[in-house]
C-alpha cells in the first residue's frame, strides 16, 4: 500500500522543520515549500515558492492526501504585514486546494488568537481561522501556546537571562507551554484522523494541569541551565519602553515589539481542557522539565546560550 502524502508549508521554520523530520522517519511522502534551495531526501519533494506564489502553491498541493499549513509570520512592522503573512497567506494555500480537490487541512493557529483584540498578531490569526472555517475543507485548526525546544529563537532570550541568574517576566498571570516534537506529532496524528477531529480547534499544551505561573516558570529554565534565578515581574510601562529600546537597537530582527506587550501582559494564556485533543488521539509525552534542559543543551551545542 502506497503511504499517503502530506505537503507542508513553513517545513524550513522550528515547527515545521520537526514536524517534516518526524514525518519522513514515519516514511510518509512530503511536498514542503520552500524559499531556498534544500539538499535532496528521499520521499522529499522540495517546492521552490511562497505563499503569495500560486503556482508553487497549486504544484505543493497538487498530489497530496493532506496538507499541514505552518508558515506564517510572528513579526511585522504593522498590522498589513501580519495580515499578509498569516490571513492572506492562508487563503491562498485555502483556494489551492479547493482549485485541485485537495480537502484534509490541519492549520496551525496560535492561541493568541484566541485574544484578537490585544495584538495585531492574534488578530490576523484570528482572521486565518475565518478563512479557514469557511473553506468547505475537511479541516483542523490546533492552537499552540508558547512553543519551546532545540532550534527555537523565540524563548532564547529566556534562557539568555536566566543564565545571568536574573528573569525580567510578565506581572502576574499564568501559561501553558508545549514541545515543539509533541506539537509535531499531533499535527501528524491528525493526518491519518478524519472523522472525530473534522471542524474542531484544538488547543494543546505539555499536560501541567492548569499552566505554569510565570515564576514558575522561570525558575525551571533556571534549573534546565544550572542557575537559581531571581524573577522580576515587569510592568507594561517598561516592558513597552524596552520594545521601542528593541525596536531601535535590532530593527526588524527585535524580539519584543510594542505589539507583543499587551499579548504579554495578558494574565491567561493557558489551554481550555474542554478544547484540547482527545487523549485517544494524542497524548504529551515530553515532560516539562527534561525538555527544557535538553533545550538547553541544544543551545549551548550550538553557541547560542
Known sequence: MQQMRIAMTGATGF????????????????????????????????????????????????????????????????????EAGNARGTMAVVDAMRKRGIKRLIHVSSLAAREPGLSDYGWSKELAEKHVKASGLDWTIVRPPAIYGPG??????????????????????????????????????????????????????????????????????????????????????????????DRMVRGKKAKLTPDRVDYFCHPDWVVAKRKQPPKRLWLPQVKTQDGLQATAAAYREKGWL
Open 152 to 245: 527555537d529563537k523565540e524563548m532564547l532570550e529566556l534562557f539568555r537571562m536566566a543564565k545571568r541568574g536574573i528573569m525580567l517576566l510578565p506581572p502576574g498571570g499564568r501559561l501553558s507551554v508545549i514541545h515543539v516534537r509533541d506539537l509535531a506529532a499531533l499535527l501528524l496524528a491528525l493526518t491519518q484522523e478524519r472523522e472525530n477531529s473534522l471542524t474542531r480547534t484544538y488547543e494543546v499544551d505539555d499536560g501541567t494541569p492548569g499552566g505554569w505561573d510565570h515564576q514558575d516558570f522561570g525558575a525551571a529554565i533556571g534549573q534546565a541551565v544550572g542557575r537559581t534565578v531571581r524573577t522580576f515581574a515587569t510592568p507594561g510601562w517598561l516592558l513597552n519602553i524596552a520594545a521601542r529600546t
Open 15 to 82: 515547527v515545521g522543520a520537526e514536524t517534516l523530520e518526524q514525518a519522513l522517519a514515519d516514511g510518509l511522502r512530503v511536498n514542503a515549500l520552500t524559499r531556498r534551495a534544500q539538499p535532496p531526501r528521499a520521499k522529499l519533494k522540495w517546492v521552490h515558492g511562497s505563499l503569495d506564489d500560486a503556482a508553487a502553491l497549486d504544484a505543493l498541493v497538487r498530489d497530496a492526501d493532506a496538507v499541514i499549513h505552518i508558515a506564517g509570520v510572528v513579526n511585522a512592522p504593522d498590522r498589513e504585514g501580519f
